[in-house]
């Protein structure tokens, strides 16, 4: 899809690569495929991004949702270039954490994160992202980043200490590069103070930016909506994530997360009631963000509270325009939280929507009735 | 192109009927491969084609292509083909002010615009060309899809307006032919949706239409297909004819069988 296929849209060595790959026909697409996840030298150069991989079956370049659980069920990772909904769960208690999950998988990543909300100020949200849970034999290296880190104390200097820690790992064979995608985190330890400081990121809090005054021509989109994709757009285009300007400096992955899109804050109205006048807002902004996702390098988590829309079919016409759907249904309040059956579990995970990209066949697990639980620390699907 | 739908509908890309409108609906499930199929047989039959694409980007058509043994970009590159593609599109249409009418221009439009551009620019598309006029055999029109049109802020009875001017057109003055998708929101009472199928199922001759099972999820069986003809040429007895089958989706190929008939069963 856009993401491949544009050309020059990954360093230059494997944009070329991809681009011949996608010139092929599919069988050649396949052995690059596992030829890059195998042992072979040829492969981690497509892996120029840290914190990417391609796809085995599409050739797509995946980044983790920062669930490696989620990530299986999805075929392997969310596709760069599309959208991933969840539906959120009745209390709104869950689907924040998932949200955490993705945002802090690119901190850890060190991509860039542009985060939106109308409820919680951006920086508060990423100060309540989840610590990494470092496996035994990276963490040696993981202390080490962390002590040149200190010693540099300047932000700059530190970034790219940072990355420049991670490219070696890149280039290494499998089991660890695969470690690499898709972190375990500790729901109940925050992340650490000197990655978000380290981090690159852009907030867009909506009531910050609608006291400013702001010139804006008529059109039938919700004002909160058209400030928030130019928002995007500008990112997009000043940081060059649209690999139509060739950069000098590492091409990078872009992380955009929505928190709550459609609910009353945004000043939309289908929540509140079934006919209303600009019940068309939603789903034209869901269509022009995916008309930006698709020709740049990002991807985009969104959480909308699809309970609380009225109209039933605004949620259909969502579920179409956008790649991934993922339904969350806790138990809390419900009767199945006495049933039994469920008694280990928090709450069920749908998933309704995978997306088709490059192909006829979607990857779709085997298993569709699935749950969750919340341990201590980590969250698990089963 | 599936050969196995081709035999179903009793059709070949040399005896490609002409003048047909012809709807593919899905319902619980994702009938995009019925597009790749039409996609592709009409390009193996050497029909000058306009694919208005709202839904996935020109890259993923090709290479889905690609598998089925047409290659778009050169399609695209000698004329035969006129892509528009709806997700770039919209982000230039949504941008930046347009100077001249852009198909996709009652996106920036504040009252709900009307589709007239977009019908210009399929008009335009598919025109007979004078000098080379016998290089193409007949103007097909594809949508991929309807109800996106409804998602961005159209009225049904503006598509349905859309729909009849091309048949108009494409159908009656050019002896060409309209396949559409619609999406079939089944329960979720979707009004809009429901008038825009309806009318169209009332003027289309052959519909397609996939099902997911009743049953739920199936891992060698994807969904069934029923296909529904509205001939009026043919004797009473033959007239809405209908058939079901069932399929199963493959990399590059789509097998059916009769219903309960699936290979993994037998």
Known sequence: MAAVATGGMGAESSGSMVAAAGKSNVTSFQRRGTRASGTDSGGPRLVSIAGTRPSVRNGQLLVSTGLPALDQLLGGGLAVGTVLLIEEDKYNIYSPLLFKYFLAEGIINGHTLLVASAKEDPADILQELPAPLIEENSKKEFDKDEGNCKT????????????????????????????????????????????????????????????????????????????????????????????????????????????????????????CTENCDNSHSLTKFLYVLRGLLRNSLSACIITMPTHLIQNKGVIAR??????????LESFIGSERETNPLYKDYHGLIHIRQIPRLNNLICDESDVKDLAFKLKRKLFTIE | ????????????????????????????????????????????????????????????????????????????????????????SSVDVFFQAQE????????????????????EFVREALKPVDNRGAAWRCPVLLVDDLSVLLSLGMGAVAVL???????????????????????????????????????????????????????GFCRDVHGQLRILWRRPSQPTAQRDQSLTYQYKIQDKSVSFFAKGMSPAVL
């Open chain 1, 152 to 271: 540099l104390e300047s932000n700059i200097k530190m970034k790219i200490a940072w990355r420049y820690q991670l490219l070696p790992k890149m280039e290494q064979v499998k089991p660890t590069s695969s470690s690499r995608f898709g972190h375990y985190y500790d729901a109940s330890k925050r992340i650490p103070q000197e990655l978000i400081e380290a981090s690159k990121w852009h907030g867009f809090f909506l009531p910050e930016k609608i006291s400013s005054p702001l010139k804006v021509e008529p059109c039938s989109l919700t004002l909160g909506y058209i400030m928030l994709l130019q928002f995007i757009q500008n990112i997009i285009y000043e940081e060059g994530f649209d690999g139509s300007n060739p950069q000098k400096k590492q091409k990078n992955i872009l992380r955009i997360g929505i928190q709550n899109l459609g609910s009353p804050l945004w000043g939309d109205d289908i929540c």
């Open chain 2, 1 to 88: 192109m599936f050969t196995e739908l081709n035999n179903l509908l009793n059709t070949a890309p040399d005896r490609a009927e002409q003048g047909k409108l012809t709807l593919l609906c899905d319902a619980k499930t994702d009938g995009s491969f019925l597009v790749n199929h039409f996609l592709s047989f009409y390009l193996k039959a050497n029909c000058k084609v306009c694919f208005v694409a709202l839904i996935q980007s020109f890259s993923h058509y090709n290479i889905v292509g690609q598998k089925l043994g047409v290659s778009l970009t050169t399609a695209r590159e000698c004329g035969q083909l006129v892509f528009l593609e709806g997700l770039k």
């Open chain 1, 318 to 327: 969502v579920t179409n325009l956008s790649d991934t759907v993922v339904g």
């Open chain 2, 100 to 119: 001249e009418p852009h198909p996709l221009q009652f996106l920036r439009e504040t009252n709900a615009g009307n589709l007239q551009p977009l019908y």
């Open chain 2, 161 to 215: 307006d859309f729909i009849h001017y091309c048949r108009a057109t494409v159908c009656w003055e050019l002896k060409g032919n309209v396949v559409a998708l619609v999406h079939d929101s089944g329960d979720a009472e979707d009004e809009e949706n429901d008038i825009l199928l309806n009318g169209l199922s009332h003027q289309s001759h052959l519909i397609l239409r996939a099902e997911g099972l009743a049953t």
